[in-house]
């Protein structure tokens, strides 16, 4: 169950409500919308941000939820935090904020978002790009060996997108044996990013930032969602 934040102690969320008319092209524009989100806050982003189009995107990822979901819960707080940053930050704010967060930090290691790097064994990023790298070419996307952004959380939420539609087209065509191996791909996936769990939590206990952490909430969402 995704934490909330800020919120008193309530019913909990219905995971079920939240995600059973969510359709494939729903789930893909979620997961193109958190890409963007967690990638390198340039100028348009914050405009996205200030114009309301960010969220807007977001919101057709999410469809309708019924307002007892963990989903529509999760789109209140990324709202809120929305806000928060357009109100109180500048776009170099978040910029300083982001850097400060997740690339390089002084007082504290940064949050990477790169998935290998979480994986304590010897040797485990190296593995993780070569998986990544192996199951993107499978699916017919060019990827250089040695490629060092194979496990960046945007890159990969990128593939994850591209994943959904593919099942919305397969779906379309009644091709249940091509449907079947992309939802496998989508699990294969999922697992990949089982470490922004711990992400979420490390965010979490820095102070909660008004909207990577809501943002993140968001993500763990989307990985949980039944159906894949």
């Not at 995704?2 to 219905?14: F, L, Q, S, T, Y």
């Not at 397969?170 to 989508?186: F, K, M, N, T, V």
């Not at 909207?211 to 039944?226: A, C, E, G, H």
């Amino acid at each position: 169950m995704v934490p909330e934040v800020g919120k008193p102690e309530a019913k909990a969320p219905d995971m079920e409500t939240t995600t059973r008319t969510l359709s494939f092209r729903a789930r893909a524009a979620l997961a193109d919308a958190i890409s963007r989100g967690f990638a390198y806050p340039v100028s348009d982003f914050y405009t996205d941000l200030a114009s309301g189009d960010f969220l807007q995107s977001l919101m057709h990822g999410s469809g309708r939820p019924d307002r007892s979901s963990a989903l529509y819960i999760a789109m209140s707080e990324i709202e809120s935090g929305i806000q928060v940053i357009i109100q109180d930050h500048t776009r170099e704010d978040l910029e300083s904020e982001y850097i400060g967060l997740f690339e390089h930090n002084k007082a504290q290691s940064p949050l990477h978002l790169f998935g290998g790097l979480y994986l304590q064994s010897e040797g485990g990023r190296l593995e993780t790009l070569q998986r990544l790298i192996t199951l993107y070419r499978s699916c017919g996307l060019e990827m250089e060996d040695g490629s060092e952004h194979a496990d960046h959380l945007t890159v990969v939420l990128e593939f994850l997108g591209l994943l959904y539609r593919h099942c919305d087209q397969l779906q379309s065509g009644h091709d249940e044996p091509g449907l079947r191996q992309a939802r496998a791909d989508i699990r294969a996936i999922v697992n990949e990013l089982a470490w922004t769990r711990r992400l979420d939590q490390e965010l979490a206990a820095r102070g909660g930032h008004p909207f990577y952490l809501p943002l993140s909430r968001l993500l763990q969402i989307l990985l949980v969602l039944p159906g894949a």
